[in-house]
Each structure stands twice: as structure tokens, then as C-alpha cells.
């Protein structure tokens, strides 16, 4: 038997993940559920869902902190439900790593399912591996080895953690070297066609931070202004 998608609700007004709890599981989800911070956390300590709704403002750690403690260790999706509608708060959100971002005034419950099941889809195309590049088992750059059958990366022989999106993105890039992709293209082609195409950029600034020697002088990932980005590096 297939094991339902779970998802974990977190928001301190209990109306509200009452009514996301009906909903998500009237659409054939398995639903966890906290009102703070910290029973998220434990939660999460305890549980792997398949996707996690924050509320931004929280007893205790806060949406933001849960959110930074999770891609920590993992890259579960995360939509961010809040009340907040500054512009700065959902940046900070994006930068975080979140996924997604809606603001409870202007969304409704049916919304946010669908939001849901857009991640969850995004999120199983980030692990698939495209056609062309099923003949590509190992991509060797010298100090930059890609083994893409042990879905690992490896500077100078040392094992670098990276989440499964991260990981997608340097394999697309690192596939065609000298080809510039817009972020739009990269978007699409491991987020789907929703979402704020900036978290390419959040992307590619943390592969920076673990690939380059200087992420401020990138060797590998480099911009191509008005364009986007391209991979440089010779195969062995």
C-alpha cells in the first residue's frame, strides 16, 4: 500500500491548522500538527514529512528559526503561512530556503492545498534524472567529481552534504558545460512553472559556498549577466 503524503501544519492559531487539517486530509494527505515552535521542532526531531506549512510569527523559535533549522539537514519543501506581508519578511523567507510564500489575508484554504501539492510535485522532479543526462554516471572536473549513481559530490576527494535540489541544479548545469541557462530555464526545469524564480540565485549562492574556492570568484558556476548562469570546467 502506498504510504499517504504527510504534512506538518505549524501555526499558533489552532483555527487555522484545524481548518488546514480538514482540508489537507479531505485531499488524502496525513497530517501532523503544532502550535509553536518548539513542538514543531520536536516534531520534526521525531517525524519526516513530506512537506512542512510555518506560520512566520510563533510561540517560542519562531517559523524563521524552524525553517533555518530544517535546511540544516534537510530540503523537505516549506511554504511559509503568515499574516506578515512586508516584502523584507518574505525575502528573508526565500533566503532561508523556503519554497513558497503566502499571505493568510489573501489565501485561501483550497489555495494553500494546491500550493502544497505544487511542491511536492516540484519536489519529485528535483530528484528525477532528465533523459539526456541517464548516460552520465560520473562527471570528473579534476578537485570537482559529481557521482551521480551515489548521488554524491566530492571536493578534492572529500564528500560535500548537499540536499537533493542543490544537487539537481549543479547535475543540470555541470551536464552542459559552456550553456548558458537563464533562471527562468532552470526554474522551470527543477522548481516547475510556480513559484519566485529567486530561489535559483539562493540555489547557486549556497553550491558556491560548497564548490568554489572563492565563491566570490567562482570557477565553476559563473554568471553570465542579463542571462543567468553557466557551468566552466573541463572533463577528465
Same mark, same amino acid.
Given at each position: 500500500?502506498?504510504?499517504?503524503?504527510?504534512?506538518?501544519?505549524?501555526?499558533?492559531? /489552532?483555527?487555522?491548522?484545524?481548518?488546514?487539517?480538514?482540508?489537507?486530509?479531505?485531499?488524502?494527505?496525513?497530517?501532523?500538527?503544532?502550535?509553536?515552535?518548539?513542538?514543531?521542532?520536536?516534531?520534526?526531531?521525531?517525524?519526516?514529512?513530506?512537506?512542512?506549512?510555518?506560520?512566520?510569527?510563533?510561540?517560542?523559535?519562531?517559523?524563521?528559526?524552524?525553517?533555518?533549522?530544517?535546511?540544516?539537514? /534537510?530540503?523537505?519543501?516549506?511554504?511559509?503561512?503568515? /499574516?506578515?506581508?512586508? /516584502?523584507?519578511?518574505?525575502? %528573508?523567507?526565500? %533566503?532561508?530556503?523556503?519554497?513558497?510564500?503566502?499571505?493568510?489575508?489573501?489565501?485561501?484554504?483550497?489555495?494553500?492545498?494546491?500550493?502544497?501539492?505544487?511542491?511536492?510535485?516540484?519536489?519529485?522532479?528535483?530528484?528525477? %534524472?532528465?533523459?539526456?543526462?541517464?548516460?552520465?554516471? #560520473?562527471?570528473?572536473?579534476?578537485?570537482?567529481?559529481?557521482?551521480?549513481?551515489?548521488?554524491?559530490?566530492?571536493?578534492?576527494?572529500?564528500?560535500?552534504?548537499?540536499?537533493?535540489?542543490?544537487?539537481? #541544479?549543479?547535475?543540470?548545469?555541470?551536464?552542459?558545460?559552456?550553456?548558458?541557462?537563464?533562471?527562468?530555464?532552470?526554474?522551470?526545469?527543477?522548481?516547475?512553472?510556480?513559484?519566485?524564480?529567486?530561489?535559483?540565485?539562493?540555489?547557486?549562492?549556497?553550491?558556491?559556498?560548497?564548490?568554489?574556492?572563492?565563491?566570490?570568484?567562482? %570557477?565553476?558556476?559563473?554568471?553570465?549577466?542579463?542571462?543567468?548562469?553557466?557551468?566552466?570546467?573541463?572533463?577528465?
Amino acid at each position: 500500500m502506498t504510504r499517504r503524503p504527510r504534512v506538518l501544519v505549524a501555526d499558533d492559531e /489552532a483555527a487555522i491548522v484545524t481548518l488546514l487539517r480538514d482540508f489537507l486530509e479531505g485531499e488524502g494527505f496525513g497530517v501532523l500538527t503544532a502550535q509553536d515552535g518548539a513542538e514543531a521542532l520536536s516534531l520534526l526531531g521525531r517525524e519526516t514529512p513530506d512537506c512542512v506549512v510555518l506560520d512566520v510569527m510563533m510561540p517560542g523559535p519562531s517559523g524563521f528559526d524552524v525553517c533555518r533549522q530544517i535546511r540544516a539537514t /534537510a530540503d523537505v519543501p516549506i511554504l511559509f503561512l503568515t /499574516a506578515r506581508e512586508d /516584502a523584507s519578511d518574505k525575502i %528573508r523567507g526565500f %533566503r532561508l530556503g523556503a519554497d513558497d510564500y503566502v499571505v493568510k489575508a489573501t489565501a485561501t484554504p483550497e489555495e494553500v492545498v494546491e500550493r502544497v501539492k505544487a511542491l511536492l510535485r516540484r519536489a519529485g522532479r528535483a530528484g528525477s %534524472r532528465p533523459q539526456e543526462m541517464m548516460d552520465e554516471d #560520473l562527471l570528473d572536473f579534476g578537485r570537482l567529481v559529481i557521482d551521480i549513481r551515489a548521488h554524491e559530490v566530492r571536493i578534492d576527494g572529500v564528500p560535500v552534504p548537499m540536499p537533493a535540489r542543490e544537487f539537481a #541544479l549543479l547535475h543540470l548545469l555541470a551536464a552542459h558545460p559552456r550553456q548558458a541557462f537563464s533562471r527562468a530555464q532552470l526554474f522551470t526545469q527543477l522548481w516547475g512553472e510556480y513559484g519566485d524564480e529567486s530561489t535559483v540565485t539562493t540555489h547557486v549562492r549556497r553550491l558556491r559556498e560548497k564548490i568554489e574556492q572563492d565563491p566570490t570568484d567562482p %570557477r565553476y558556476i559563473v554568471t553570465v549577466w542579463g542571462v543567468g548562469y553557466r557551468f566552466e570546467g573541463e572533463r577528465r
